[in-house]
């Protein structure tokens, strides 16, 4: 019977993430929001199809777990030596300068210094579950605010042991049954220590034995075993688990067997991730809500104001670029996992009331629904406002231009034809929307003007009428085609030279009347596939020709497909003929090419006979 209920309980977990979660995405309210949902629909206080909560919660703590693992395997030592800076600087100051905050606040309005000091302490961490998953989701995670808040979680992870084991003091109770101080000193040297030995010279070498044996299934059951063993490890001498699994991690980051890992564990991070919030969602306590809202809701604006307030404060001094900084301190507002224990640790210790520790509970949890519906609130109507502060610096006053050639978009790809054309002394115009690229661009001489190049007055007054050719290099295809069409209907004669993101870019192009276009990937990897053919034997005039071959037979397909690429049927049928016929062109390619051979080691020796 257990086992059944067992299986009914996956089966509702399912059936709700499958359900919500495409349904919070597509009203864009992001993955964690709709797994949050998830769990108060299926939890106690909804339609109360879960009941045992706090099961489901400590082993969905799992799911942080693997996911610090894995971030640990991406992040090789040097690299995290790197963020020392972060980590402890700005990890250090957000622990101490929000702890002083709340600790403040709450000491104001009467509460005991012990309660607040040890509350504080608590609301100071935040969610690293929530945080990471919303910065892998936006993929995020490699832009300041990301960098920044991942550096300060990990300081967090660090800062949460001494604040477990400061809560005992405070409530006059002798530390972990008892034991010496040093002791426990020595037991966390001892893990730490095993740790750096085992990941550096005992893993790798079960690693490559079992990877011989071919069985991906066993290598999978050792990955677990190692994380799971981890956890066991950290836990018994009281070390934060996902602490320590993120050590692990960094020390197996330069392992060959790395990937492999990665590969293994992701679809389990992925799903205990989830459960985990669903989890959290179940454990909303609608119980305590409904008898103290006011004071709820009150506890739970008060930390996410002076949380946010604090965090945009110290977002300044963090390196982090004024149009991510209120971002930062949303991502980072909610009460984190931690909280938990740290409040546990204080009813067991009698420093919190359990009344006490349930509202504060209760409050982190509200908390950490609140921060996706911050973030949505913040895409919808700051996010917006932020970009439009740079759309809305006026377009420059663009004096008569005699340039030969007018570049709209100076990117990437714009900049290495208006270096070329400048170093041959061939006067450019460029237009461009970017003010800190303008700005820097103007240091160096060109003569770069912001603006919306499809407004055709800009173009005139840029010395379109007189220009040879317009080079088109913005990056947005919509923008792209709108300044094609804008030209075509000023000046039809005019040579237009642009920039195609991808096929359909082309095509659209095409249709335009646009015929020199470049596939802006298109030549490197072209000249970076002809290397590689070179790696594995072929000679460089074997490698040259082939990628002659596929360059002819590639632009003759495109423009056998071009008058047909919005019938999907068609181009399908095409595609698959001009496929085959490439294969033909390569087979027959390679015989005249060995026969070519074959005639320069013998001459005059006929092929057939050979």
């Known amino acids: 019977m257990e086992h059944h209920s067992f299986l009914i309980n996956i089966l509702f977990y399912l059936v709700a993430a499958i359900i919500m979660v495409p349904l919070a995405k597509r009203l864009g309210m992001g993955a964690v929001l709709g797994y949050l949902v998830a769990g108060v629909v299926i939890g106690p206080w909804g339609l109360g199809l879960i009941k045992n909560v706090e099961v489901i919660l400590s082993f969905s703590e799992f799911g942080v777990v693997l996911l610090l693992f894995l971030i640990g395997l991406e992040l090789e030592p040097?690299?995290?030596?790197?963020?020392?800076?972060?980590?402890?600087?700005?990890?250090?100051?957000?622990?101490g300068v929000v702890s002083a905050g709340l600790c403040a606040v709450a000491m104001a309005f009467g509460v005991d210094w012990r309660t607040a000091l040890v509350g504080a302490l608590g609301l100071s961490l935040s969610s690293t579950a929530i945080v990471l998953a919303t910065l892998g989701e936006r993929k995020l995670m490699s832009t300041p605010a990301g960098s920044a808040g991942f550096s300060i979680l990990l300081f967090q992870d660090i800062a949460a042991i001494p604040m477990i084991a400061l809560v005992p003091l405070l409530g006059g109770l002798v530390t972990h049954s008892g034991e010496p101080g040093w002791l426990r000193v020595a037991k966390l040297a001892a893990v730490l220590a095993a740790l750096v030995v085992g990941g550096r010279f005992l893993v790798n070498p079960i690693l490559r034995f079992i990877a011989k044996t071919d069985l991906r299934e066993i290598f999978t059951a050792f990955a677990l075993l190692l994380v799971i063993a981890i956890c066991v490890l950290m836990e018994s001498v009281g070390l934060s688990m996902a602490l320590g699994t993120f050590m692990a991690g960094v020390l197996l980051a330069d392992s060959e067997y790395r990937h492999e890992l990665i590969s293994d564990l992701e679809p389990f991070k992925g799903l205990l991730l989830g459960l985990f919030f669903i989890a959290v969602g179940m454990s909303v306590d609608f119980g305590v809500l409904r008898a103290q809202p006011l004071l709820i809701l009150a506890l739970v604006a008060g930390l996410l104001v002076v949380k946010i307030a604090l965090l945009y404060v110290l977002s300044k001094f963090f390196d982090i670029p004024r149009g991510q900084q209120l971002f930062f301190a949303l991502l980072l507002s909610q009460g984190g996992e931690f909280a938990f224990v740290v409040f546990a640790a204080a009813e067991a210790a009698h420093v919190f009331a359990p009344e006490t520790a349930a509202l504060l509970v209760v409050v982190v949890t509200l908390s950490m629904v609140a921060t996706p519906l911050l973030l949505l609130l913040h895409d919808k109507f700051v996010a917006p406002r932020l970009q439009g502060d740079k759309k809305r610096r006026p377009d420059d006053h663009i004096e008569a231009q005699d340039n030969p050639i007018v570049i709209a978009g100076f990117g990437r790809f714009g900049q290495i034809i208006g270096r070329l054309l400048a170093a041959n002394k061939i006067g450019v115009t460029v237009l461009d929307h970017?003010?800190?690229?303008?700005?820097?661009?103007?240091?160096?001489?060109?003569?770069?003007?912001?603006?919306?190049?499809?407004?055709?007055?800009?173009?005139v007054a840029a010395g379109i009428e007189k220009a040879k050719a317009l080079v088109i290099a913005i990056d947005n295809v919509d923008d792209s085609l709108a300044l094609v069409d804008a030209v075509r209907l000023r000046l039809p004669e005019l040579t237009i030279l642009a920039r195609a993101r991808n096929v359909t870019h082309y095509y659209e192009l095409m249709k335009r009347g646009v015929t020199l276009i470049e596939r802006e990937t298109f030549a490197a990897a072209l000249l970076l596939g002809e290397q590689t053919l070179q790696q594995v034997g072929y000679s460089a005039e074997r490698a040259q020709r082939a990628a002659g071959i596929f360059v002819r037979h590639n632009l003759k397909t495109l423009l056998e497909v071009a008058p047909h690429f919005q019938d999907q049927q068609k181009v399908m049928s095409l595609t698959r003929q001009a496929r085959e016929e490439l294969e033909d062109m390569f087979e027959s390619d390679a015989a005249a090419f060995a026969a070519a051979e074959v005639e320069r080691e013998i001459p005059g020796a006929d092929p057939q006979h050979r």
Do not use: M
């Not at 040097?78 to 600087?89: D, V, Y």
């Not at 240091?443 to 603006?451: A, D, E, I, S, T």
């Open 78 to 95: 040097k690299r995290l030596w790197l963020l020392r800076r972060p980590i402890f600087g700005w990890g250090g100051a957000q622990v």
């Open 434 to 459: 970017d003010p800190d690229q303008i700005d820097l661009l103007r240091k160096f001489g060109f003569k770069v003007f912001y603006g919306d190049a499809t407004r055709v007055d800009l173009l």
